[in-house]
């Protein structure tokens, strides 16, 4: 089968091109200047040059704080995108693969949130990825939405990798304590995801790790695990301040994937250990 993925260069679309070499696909991974997803037109010529079968959309405009002055930028690429994505493999029947975001949710249910939970953003970034996911479910009903947090893998773009920047550079690190989510590895998203696939899945599912963690402890975690003896202290959000607001408890719920592809996933130590092992072996830390 034909598979388009889009935002070829981000951790996620890396990770899943890697994976995708297991399995007999024509992957056809395209990156912002070969497909704007914004553009319609850009659309619809990607589609008639690969003629996908799936779609699995990974572009995304993740720049939170920049999101509040530049709402615009952030509506067009995960609002207006995804409703281009829609139409298109609708017209094509194609199936949609997209990932969202736990900055749909406020943070204030203090439990871990579930599928059916109402979401209410408290950031400008949080609502375009909203807007995304109703764009979707209006125009679809042949996707699955996948909800993400605290995303991590190969490649440069996550805190885990900032972490190990910063500690370079500081002996001391103040990591802020009360943000809560769940890391997610990018390969237990990309394997779940082709499961998912594969038992004919469709609709809204929260793909985390198990667990949950704050920042801070993730921190604390990762740097013990990658050999770093830096000082790591605990401090509030408002200690960095910053444009826009962060939910402190969006962990979610994986129950619901895991009951429908009967599989325990991967508590978020677990994705740590492997991520620093390969990233060891490696040496692209």
């Known amino acids: 089968m034909n598979v388009l993925i889009t935002g070829a260069n ?8 890697r994976t995708l070499k297991n399995y007999d696909h024509t992957v ?9 997803i914004s553009d319609i ?3 619809k010529e990607a589609f008639s040059k690969c003629n996908p079968g799936i779609v699995m959309n990974c572009a995304a405009y993740n720049l939170v704080d920049k999101s509040e002055e530049d709402f615009d930028a952030a509506f067009k690429v995960n609002a207006s995108g ?11 029947n194609a199936f949609l693969i997209h990932y969202s975001t736990d900055y749909v949710f406020d943070g204030t249910k ?3 949130y579930k599928e059916e939970d109402n979401p209410n953003p408290i950031s400008k970034y949080g609502e375009s990825k909203l807007s995304g996911e109703r764009f979707l479910a209006e125009e679809s009903d042949n996707f699955l939405l996948f909800r993400l947090s605290w995303v991590f893998g190969q490649g440069k773009q996550n805190f885990l990798y900032r972490l ?7 002996r001391v690190l103040r990591i802020v304590c009360d943000q809560i989510s769940v890391p997610t590895y990018t390969k237990d998203i990309a394997s779940l995801t082709m499961f998912a696939i594969s038992k004919g899945l469709r609709g809204v599912y929260h793909l985390t790790n198990s667990g949950y963690a704050s920042k801070y402890e993730v921190a604390r975690y990762f740097m013990e695990r990658f050999g770093l003896d830096n000082l790591i202290l605990p401090v509030r959000s408002d200690y960095f301040p910053s444009p826009a607001r962060r939910p402190y408890f969006s962990a979610m719920s994986n129950n619901k994937l895991s009951k429908d592809l009967n599989v325990d996933i991967p508590y978020w130590k677990l994705g740590i250990d492997r991520y620093v092992e390969i990233m060891l072996e490696r040496e692209e830390i």
């Open 10 to 17: 981000g951790q996620l679309a890396k990770e899943i091109q």
């Open 110 to 112: 203090e439990d871990y």
């Open 164 to 170: 190990t920047e910063w500690a370079k550079k500081n």
């Open 28 to 36: 056809t991974a395209l990156d912002k200047e070969a497909l704007d």
């Open 82 to 92: 995804v409703k281009n994505l829609a139409l298109v493999s609708r017209e094509n």
């Open 41 to 43: 037109n850009s659309v």
